[in-house]
């Protein structure tokens, strides 16, 4: 399974899964078909080595691991693509309510980014998420230095960019903790940022559609964000300041 690659990463955040919820499996199939090719049809073992599941969508309604979607991967160790889902604790979001998150991760190739949008949009739809994001591997680390802990007096973080509040310190569900290279916002979370407004968001809108559930997905920039491109810096900081509500810094 080892990989020196670079990888996209993909997170998106739900409602809890309760009772016999057909949403692991949707979002196993809506992969499938986004990425030509793929069959995620294994997992691993505590040693990280690949078991085969011949009966894979019966295994994945029947594994409530961590309550959502039990870790599943291809056999390709030259283009590796991971899924796993599971509930985030309460304490750490909005309204103290636990939530479904699922996280995948795929090669950033050609092939990697021309399906990016579609992955997004299946997996953000399936899950009936809140919102979600696609990101090139490494950003999370400047992401994790936005975040303002109470008391907290560091340093501005990298970029110019903002603070952002805590998730468990937003007013809802529906409020994106943060901006990725690729945005998927439902029609609430749309809704509560106040997008798409025609005139001010005319060129977002240019990199933008619809899914198929009503929301959007939202692209910033034509190629996988890199916040060493002073054009890319440019265009994630404008979206920040298009959209004060995600991360929580409108005025109350």
């Known amino acids: 399974m080892a990989t020196t690659k670079k990888h996209l990463r993909l997170a998106v955040y739900a409602p809890a899964i309760v009772g016999d919820d057909g949403r692991p499996l949707a979002i196993v199939h809506g992969m499938e078909s986004a990425i030509p090719g793929l069959r995620l049809g294994w997992t691993s073992s505590e040693t990280e080595e690949l078991i085969e599941l011949p009966h894979r969508d019966e295994w994945v309604a029947a594994n409530r691991t961590d309550g959502g979607l039990p870790f599943l991967c291809n056999d390709d160790e030259k283009?590796?693509?991971?899924?796993?889902?599971?509930?985030?604790?309460?304490r750490i979001a909005p309204g103290s309510r636990p939530r479904f998150e699922v996280h995948a991760d795929w090669?950033?190739?050609?092939?990697?980014?021309?399906?990016?949008?579609?992955?997004?949009?299946?997996?953000?739809?399936?899950?009936?998420?809140?919102?979600?994001?696609?990101d090139p591997e490494g950003i999370a680390v400047t992401v994790a230095q936005q975040f303002r802990h109470p008391g907290d007096e560091s340093p501005a973080p990298p970029h110019g960019l903002p603070f952002l509040k805590l998730p468990e310190e937003l007013r809802s569900d529906e409020i994106?903790?943060?901006?990725g290279w690729l945005n998927y916002w439902s029609a609430a979370a749309a809704q509560a940022i106040g997008f798409p407004d025609p005139a001010r968001?005319?060129?977002l809108l240019t990199r933008a559609r619809r899914t198929e559930s009503g929301g959007w997905v939202v692209q910033l920039t034509d190629a996988p964000l890199d916040l060493d491109n002073p054009a890319h810096l440019d265009a994630l900081l404008r979206a920040y300041e298009r959209f004060p509500e995600i991360g929580g810094r409108a005025a109350p």
């Open 201 to 203: 968001d005319a060129e």
């Open 79 to 90: 283009h590796v693509v991971t899924v796993a889902g599971w509930e985030s604790p309460g």
């Open 107 to 134: 090669p950033l190739d050609e092939a990697g980014i021309a399906a990016a949008v579609e992955v997004l949009a299946t997996t953000g739809d399936s899950a009936r998420a809140f919102w979600g994001y696609v």
């Open 176 to 179: 994106p903790h943060f901006l």
